[in-house]
């Protein structure tokens, strides 16, 4: 039998709460029936302590770290086009004067996208960590001494730059002859506006050929600045003729007022329509897409093909920055083969992509070699 507990209680039947303390002594009192301890220990009070600095300063850290900037920035895939495709329904590349060819598959160029200057502390440690995030030296980007806008309209002209030698190298292959072309008008006043137009080429002047440069120069110091000239020119394949009355250069010599260079002229206009792009690693693959619009050669029979490199008017294929990062985009894509610069085939090797050939190229006729290679189901010259 168990007999009742008394009024007053049992020992044996309320439980017990023990609390064991290490360290000085440490106060007890009942609550409510409850022993609770009350601790004063210096050593806990310490730890207490250190833990509440330590947080305070990982938080005034976390917001220094994201408020001070550093001289990096950070550098991701960028957008990948399709050089014989469109942008907002209008075409990368426009022909006119002649029907651009019917065309599969894709020849893309590839980006890479750059941050503002001055990154912040957390985001650089971010960057440093994230495989698709690279993190360079600020003057990398943007050249000491030059704003950000200088250095954004420097990019642009380079990009233009590129699209003008790009066309030429395209035409050159196609057996188009080198001409003294106009690239624009030297300014607001120019006597030749209204009368020459971009991409006109000059034949002569009053009857002296102008094959290249050095003949135009030459037949305008023949003339009287304030004269009229008779300047003979081919626009989109047809001849014409404009009565141009010269102006003055500043050493007292005859001008026309238009910016020329010897390239090959086309009886019909290539505009490229790119814009937000700036720098000149594109000019192969606009070459590549030209070529394939005008020319007798489907390049790619329907493969996706991105790329990058500069290219000269003679077709030499130039190094480029950001390689591996345009990987990544060419991967991402779809991208069966990845036309590299020969000078960068090391640091390609180094991040390798899942499925991507790395087709090594010194100029356009190993591009060319590498795309008939993958038609026919060949292995390219490999990086």
């Not at 000019?283 to 493969?303: F, K, P, R, S, W």
């Amino acid at each position: 039998m168990i007999s009742p507990a008394s009024r007053s209680g049992d020992d044996r039947l309320r439980p017990r709460r023990t609390a064991w303390v290490q360290g000085p002594a440490a106060s007890v009192r009942a609550v409510g029936g409850t022993q609770v301890l009350h601790i004063s220990s210096p050593l806990v009070t310490r730890r207490i302590a250190v833990l509440g600095t330590g947080v305070v300063l990982l938080l005034v850290l976390g917001v220094l770290g994201a408020a001070i900037p550093v001289p990096y920035v950070a550098q991701v895939p960028g957008p990948t086009l399709n050089t014989l495709g469109e942008v907002d329904g209008e075409p990368v590349i426009a022909i006119e004067g002649r029907e651009r060819n019917d065309v599969s598959g894709n020849l893309n160029l590839t980006t890479v996208g750059v941050s503002r200057p001055g990154l912040s502390l957390v985001e650089a440690v971010q960057g440093w960590f994230d495989d698709e995030v690279s993190v360079v030296p600020q003057e990398v980007v943007y050249p000491a001494g030059r704003s950000r806008e200088e250095t954004q309209r420097a990019n642009r002209e380079a990009f233009l730059s590129s699209e003008e030698r790009a066309e030429a190298a395209a035409l050159s292959r196609l057996g188009f002859p080198v001409k003294v072309v106009v690239r624009g008008l030297s300014g607001d006043d120019s006597p030749s506006e209204g009368l020459l137009e971009e991409n006109d080429a000059i034949e002569s002047v009053d009857g002296r050929p102008t094959p290249d440069r050095a003949a135009l120069d030459e037949a305008l110091s023949a003339v009287e600045p304030g004269s009229t000239v008779t300047v003979a020119y081919t626009r989109l394949g047809e001849p014409g003729t404009a009565r141009i009355t010269t102006g003055t250069t500043e050493d007292g010599g005859a001008l026309l007022g238009v910016l020329v260079g010897d390239r090959p002229s086309a009886p019909f206009d290539i505009d490229i329509q790119v814009a937000d792009v700036g720098g000149p690693s594109a000019g192969l693959m606009l070459t590549l897409g030209i070529l394939d619009l005008v020319g007798d050669t489907d390049l790619t029979e329907g493969a996706v093909i991105a790329g990058t490199g500069t290219i000269t008017a003679e077709g030499e294929v130039g190094p480029i920055g950001g390689i591996q990062l345009k990987m990544v985009k060419a991967h991402e894509i779809g991208a069966e083969m990845f036309l590299v610069p020969a000078e960068n085939c090391e640091e390609a090797l180094e991040a390798p992509q899942p499925g991507l050939v790395l087709a090594r190229v010194v100029d356009l006729d190993d591009a060319l070699d590498a795309l008939a290679d993958h038609r026919a189901g060949r292995e390219p010259e490999r990086c």
